[in-house]
């Protein structure tokens, strides 16, 4: 039987609840999905048990799911937790239809990926997200996916459960792709935000007062919204972590080699991002970019606190 006919109360098993898997697998379980999770770090998953979600002792447990869904940190981590001594695949028989992979990787990883669950009758649905753990939490999440088409149909009615918004872009791996010059596009215009919010307030205009026009202004983003209550306030409490950013532009940078296409504001940022890290500044948000920036200006931030919306609640 393949994805095409899966059944509307389908077994649903969840691999990983960092902080993007967690918030994902909650709005499943509270949609009244028949859902097994499993995670690394067994305690991060308990709490999902009180929204009628079972917990998984083993990985291959989930082996028995119609539907898996993954989402870990790197390449290395999803073949790990899928063909790893021990991982979803590693008993002989068993194995669900369809697994839906969500974590950012390569375009290479994901084709090995494929061709390491077509033996065993498993079709893959590339369905990498756009949007950190609150953005989930607002409804407002976006899935961009790709593989068989007849895979993403039967899917869309979990992925809605999810988030609002699911495109298809193709066959094979073309999602990650798209995910890719998405978070590219997202570390050039975070240091982009950064260096002119410096320039402003250098200048004499808080940084509030600056945000609130740029927000309001043609150039302003749902993005720059929900990053104006860390840029004023200077609360850094991670959403996504300078390391996972840095994966990100350098699979950028690969795929511009790879293709031939010159990314020089992707490649400065990459290296900007990369001093960031080497100082340390590792346990709080990819938006301390900010501080970074400040420092190189000889300016010295404080706290404004003012109330900002984050134009998600
Ligand atoms: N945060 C964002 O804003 C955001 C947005 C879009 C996409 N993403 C992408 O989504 C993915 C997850 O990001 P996140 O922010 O949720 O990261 P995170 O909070 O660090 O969570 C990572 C998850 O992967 C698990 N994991 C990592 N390596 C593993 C391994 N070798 N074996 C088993 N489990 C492993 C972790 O388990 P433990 O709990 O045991 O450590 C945890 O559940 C990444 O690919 C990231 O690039 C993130």
Redesign the pocket.
């Known amino acids: 039987m393949t994805s095409a006919s899966l059944p509307p109360a389908a077994r649903i098993g969840w691999?990983?609840?960092?902080?993007?898997?967690?918030a994902m697998a909650e709005r499943l379980a509270r949609s009244g999905a028949d859902l097994t999770v499993w995670?690394?770090?067994r305690a991060?998953a308990e709490p999902l048990t009180q929204h009628g979600a079972k917990l998984a002792t083993a990985l291959p447990e989930l082996a028995a799911c119609d539907i898996v869904f993954c989402?870990?940190?790197?390449w290395?981590?999803v073949r790990?937790?899928v063909a790893g001594p021990g991982g979803l695949l590693s008993e002989r028989n068993r194995a669900p239809r369809l697994l839906i992979e969500?974590?950012?990787?390569s375009l290479e990883g994901s084709a090995e990926l494929r061709g390491l669950l077509s033996p065993r009758g498993v079709e893959l649905l590339a369905a990498?997200?756009?949007?950190?753990?609150k953005v989930i939490k607002a409804g407002r999440l976006s899935f961009v996916c790709s593989g068989p088409k007849s895979a993403f149909d039967a899917a869309l009615p979990f992925l809605r459960m999810i988030a609002p918004a699911a495109s298809y872009v193709g066959e094979g791996e073309l999602a990650r792709i798209v995910?890719i010059c998405h978070?590219v596009f997202l570390g050039v215009v975070t240091q982009s935000l950064a260096e002119i919010t410096v320039l402003a307030q250098k200048a004499g205009v808080p940084r509030h007062a600056f945000l609130d026009f740029i927000n309001q202004s043609v150039m302003g983003s749902t993005f720059s919204r929900y990053k104006t209550p860390a840029f004023v306030n200077l609360d850094f409490k991670v959403?996504?972590?300078p390391q996972?950013l840095r994966?990100?532009l350098d699979l950028g940078l690969e795929a511009g080699r790879r293709f031939e296409v010159p990314m020089p504001l992707a490649s400065l940022t990459r290296d900007i991002l990369q001093t960031m890290i080497g100082r340390g500044m590792t346990e709080e948000d990819f938006a301390q970019l900010l501080l970074l920036e400040a420092e190189a200006s000889g300016l010295k931030l404080s706290p404004e606190n003012v109330a900002v919306g984050d134009g998600l609640s």
């Not at 691999?15 to 967690?22: P, V």
């Not at 989402?71 to 790197?74: E, F, G, L, Q, W």
């Not at 969500?102 to 990787?105: P, Y």
């Open positions: 691999i990983g609840t960092g902080r993007m898997g967690y995670n690394r770090t991060k989402m870990v940190s790197t290395d981590d790990e937790v969500c974590s950012s990787i990498p997200v756009s949007g950190n753990a995910k978070n959403t996504f972590t996972l994966k990100d």
